[in-house]
């Protein structure tokens, strides 16, 4: 028979609440990882579609003077077009702006559903991506 003490306390079950609040934080610390890496992924994609659609726009060079070689300009119609259709094809929304006929810059804007984080709310993380294509006239491997 055991007869406790006004000076002995009974810790019995201490070791249990600790052990869940630190196995809480931890979860919690992983699933903020897992979520934010998610996140970085879907930045990464954003910007490799965004480069993708100036990539496909550029490819609409005004053929006639290309090809005399008095100047290397992009169709801005036909430029907007080509980089928009890459968009739609990625499933991704975007802008497409044309500039000094020979820059062509595309914004991607997409989001990221937390696996984790909507546990406290948070249900979408929103990316953005941004790439241009620059045209570029080249003679025997130098710029021109």
Known sequence: MSTVTPHTRD???SITVWLALASFAMIFLVGLAVDLGGQVHAHERAHDVAAQAA???GEEVNGGPA?????L????????AAAQRYLDQAGVHGTVTVTS????T???HDNYDPQFLGLIGIHRLDVTGTASAHLVRTL???QQ
Request: proline share 3%; aromatic share 0%.
């Open 67 to 71: 090809i005399q070689g008095t100047g």
């Open 55 to 57: 990539r496909a726009g």
């Open 11 to 13: 810790e019995r079950g």
């Open 73 to 80: 300009t992009v169709n801005p119609a036909a430029a907007r």
């Open 106 to 108: 595309v914004t991607v």
């Open 140 to 142: 025997g491997g130098s």
């Open 101 to 104: 006929n020979d820059t062509i």
